[in-house]
């Protein structure tokens, strides 16, 4: 079975340092891996995603994810965090060839920026 | 353009009750999800419809849900006999087709079930 797995509920940056939101995945074969954010009582907004290709995706607002197979990981990261990307972020993945592509979400990391 | 829209933002009812949430895709996707949040179970996924067709209901929690989608468009979850367990904000996605895996979220439907 396909699962995700975000180890930390929470993470705490300071405004101007970089940021990194870990996600682990468990797939029984090539994975599609996605990361989302979600700001509060809104619906979720699609940041980035690995199909094939370049291990190092780049997205929306400056965040970035480093897809390595070795670990099974794709960490979400960001250079320089902003007080506005204080949000719930979730890894998501389907596998390829999956009829329909349903998106199997890890539980989500709080990310919290301090001025 | 517009995005991916549900309705009602909000809705409470009794125990019992039957209940239908709306949701209308982005004009021209083919693909269509439903999943739910809930603070217990995080997002799970319940339902993908190609074109009006449901290949994958392996997420639907009981036979008290059901879906349809007409027209390759609008869909409407239904849950029958609501449980206190049904609260949760119910999520609509659509993407342009179910090989583009890129979907695109609606900002849900919040059921409260007293």
């Known amino acids: 079975a396909q699962s995700v797995a975000q180890p930390e509920d929470q993470v705490n940056v300071a405004e101007g340092n970089p940021l990194t939101v870990k996600c682990t995945y468990s797939v029984s074969g090539n994975p599609y891996l996605f990361w989302y954010v979600q700001y509060p009582n809104r619906g979720l907004q699609f940041l980035l995603k690995y199909i094939t290709g370049d291990n190092l995706v780049k997205g929306s607002y400056g965040f970035e994810a480093e897809f390595n197979k070795s670990q099974t990981s794709f960490h979400l990261k960001k250079p320089s965090a902003l007080v506005s990307d204080s949000a719930l972020y979730f890894c998501a993945v389907t596998l390829r060839g999956n009829q329909g592509g349903k998106l199997i979400f890890g539980q989500g990391t709080e990310l919290s920026v301090k001025p | ?114």
């Not at chain 2, 390759?72 to 979850?77: D, E, P, Q, R």
């Open chain 2, 1 to 114: 353009g517009a995005g991916v829209s549900q309705s009602p933002s909000n809705k409470v009812t009794e125990k019992g009750k039957d209940v239908e949430l709306r949701c209308d895709p982005i004009s021209g996707h083919t693909a269509l999800y439903w999943y739910r949040q809930s603070l217990g179970q995080g997002l799970e996924f319940l339902i993908y419809f190609q074109g009006n067709s449901a290949p994958d209901k392996s997420g639907l929690p009981s036979d008290r849900f059901s879906a349809e989608r007409t027209g390759g468009s609008v869909s409407t979850l239904t849950i029958q006999r609501t449980q206190q367990e049904d609260s949760a904000v119910y999520l609509c996605a659509s993407s342009l087709d179910s090989a583009t895996y890129e979907q695109y979220f609606g900002p849900g439907t919040r059921l409260t079930v007293t």
